[in-house]
C-alpha cells in the first residue's frame, strides 16, 4: 500500500523560507518519479518541480531559482526546499508519485497522491 504525508506548511513571510517534506512508504522513492503540485484556490493544480530515479529534476518557470527538489533515500524522504517566497506561492502543496511519466510537470502523469500541506505567504 503506497503513501505519501506531506509536512512542513505553514505561513511564512514574503522573502522567507520554508522547507517541505513527503514521507513515503509502500515503495521507495528512489525507484520513482517524484513531483511537487500546487493548487491555489480557484487555480487548477500546477506542477512545481520533479525529480526521476536517476536525480535529474525540472521545475516550472515560475519557481526556478528559488525552489529545490530532493531526495533522502535512507529515509524515503522527498523534500521541496522554497526560498524567496513570494504572495504567489500561496496554495496546497502536494506531492506525487509514479514508476514514470510522460509529462513530468501534468499532473495525470501520477498515480499515486498525498493529501497536501498549506504554504500561505503573507
Known amino acids: 500500500h503506497v503513501q505519501l504525508v506531506e509536512s512542513g506548511g505553514g505561513t511564512v513571510q514574503a522573502g522567507g523560507s520554508l522547507r517541505l517534506s513527503c514521507a513515503a512508504s509502500g515503495y521507495g522513492v528512489s525507484s520513482h518519479c517524484m513531483g511537487w503540485f500546487r493548487q491555489a484556490p480557484g487555480k487548477k493544480r500546477e506542477g512545481v518541480a520533479y525529480?526521476?530515479?536517476?536525480?535529474?529534476?525540472d521545475y516550472a518557470d515560475s519557481v526556478k531559482g528559488r525552489f529545490t527538489i530532493s531526495q533522502d533515500n535512507a529515509k524515503n524522504t522527498l523534500y521541496l526546499q522554497m526560498n524567496s517566497l513570494k504572495p504567489e506561492d500561496t496554495a496546497m502543496y502536494y506531492c506525487?508519485?509514479?514508476?514514470?511519466?510522460?509529462?513530468?510537470?501534468?499532473?495525470?502523469?501520477?498515480?499515486?497522491w498525498g493529501q497536501g500541506t498549506q504554504v500561505t505567504v503573507s
Open positions: 525529480i526521476d530515479d536517476d536525480g535529474s529534476t
Open positions: 506525487a508519485a509514479a514508476l514514470t511519466v510522460r509529462a513530468p510537470l501534468d499532473e495525470n502523469s501520477y498515480n499515486y
